[in-house]
């Protein structure tokens, strides 16, 4: 676990799996499972333990295998029971699966792997959130969207001053449409 000089989040560690290996930042089987395991394990102890990810071309801020943990004491936005993901009647905006099991996602995310699509995760308590999106760079999103990783794509922003005299809930969800994969 590394400290986060710049965090997201109250609690935002950097967990950086066998470092003297120097592993890229590529998603491998192993290292999903052990996330999600780790965020099943913790949940007695620290219930509100999360592990985010964001591959590369999904803001992942550098080539090194890393995860984003944080700690909070709130459910993020996108877990939230009004969405159709979670049984609600309302469609997330963006595209979206919650995989329970550890071997659904990691199929999801293999299939990913193989179109060359950027994708986020959220590791949470009730699974794998596996969330394909555009690849940064490739539009332009709203100021208040830059920089969209996995936490952002969760519903979570930090929002400058000027940002806030905007029509702050109108350029977040064009921002997720934006981001969606055609």
């Known amino acids: 676990m590394l400290y986060n000089k710049f965090p997201l989040a109250p609690y935002h560690l950097l ?108 590791y949470s308590r009730d699974g794998v959130y596996v969330i394909p999106r555009q690849t940064q760079n490739t539009i332009v999103v709203p100021e208040g969207m830059q920089g969209a990783g996995w936490l952002e794509l969760c519903g979570e922003l930090t929002i400058s001053e000027a940002s806030a005299q905007t029509d702050l809930a109108a350029d977040i969800a064009r921002g997720l449409q934006l981001l969606r994969v055609s």
């Open 15 to 122: 967990l950086v799996p066998d470092p003297e290996q120097g592993l890229p930042q590529f998603l491998t089987r192993h290292y999903h499972s052990m996330i999600a395991d780790l965020v099943s394990q913790a949940q007695s102890s620290l219930p509100g333990l999360y592990f985010g990810y964001n591959s590369l071309g999904a803001y992942a801020s550098v080539n090194h295998l890393h995860f984003h943990a944080v700690i909070r004491e709130t459910q993020c936005p996108v877990e939230a029971l009004h969405w159709s993901h979670r049984g609600g009647d309302l469609d997330y905006p963006l595209p979206l699966r919650l995989y329970p099991s550890v071997q659904d996602s990691w199929q999801a995310i293999a299939e990913l792997h193989t179109a060359q699509q950027a994708y986020n995760l959220l």
